[in-house]
Nanobody, 123 residues
Framework: QVQLVESGGGLVQAGGSLRLSCAAS????????MGWFRQAPGKEREFVAA????????YYADSVKGRFSISRDNAKNTVYLQMNSLKPEDTAVYYC????????????????WGQGTQVTVSS
């Protein structure tokens, strides 16, 4: 059974930092892209960041560029999202995703998803 399990969410004040982790099990994703999406209440799921299978290419939404950093450890089958300078508008459920490609794909086209972790940024 393939699982993506996120952790590291929580409540933080504006300007603070959080580090999300997504551990995969059931199969290796070392040949797949991985990424993060988020969904705020009443809004559609939106792309946040993605990383290629080798880690050599990273992609970010304009809204998080310069503040968030995605990385991966293929030996641990894990992807990370370091979030700095957090803003109240970053509040959302953050989802880990994995597939042959992430950047540029609509969420409905992506096969593997985690259950999500809540990030709340207070002002």
């Amino acid at each position: 059974q393939v699982q993506l399990v996120e952790s590291g969410g929580g409540l933080v004040q504006a300007g603070g930092s959080l580090r999300l982790s997504c551990a995969a099990s059931g199969r290796t994703f070392s040949s797949d892209a991985m990424g993060w999406f988020r969904q705020a209440p009443g809004k559609e799921r939106e792309f946040v960041a993605a990383i290629s299978w080798s880690g050599g290419n990273t992609y970010y939404a304009d809204s998080v560029k310069g503040r968030f950093s995605i990385s991966r450890d293929n030996a641990k089958n894990t992807v990370y999202l370091q979030m700095n300078s957090l803003k109240p508008e970053d509040t959302a459920v953050y989802y880990c995703a994995a597939d042959w490609r992430i950047y540029g794909l609509a969420p409905r086209m992506i096969h593997y998803w985690g259950q999500g972790t809540q990030v709340t940024v207070s002002s």
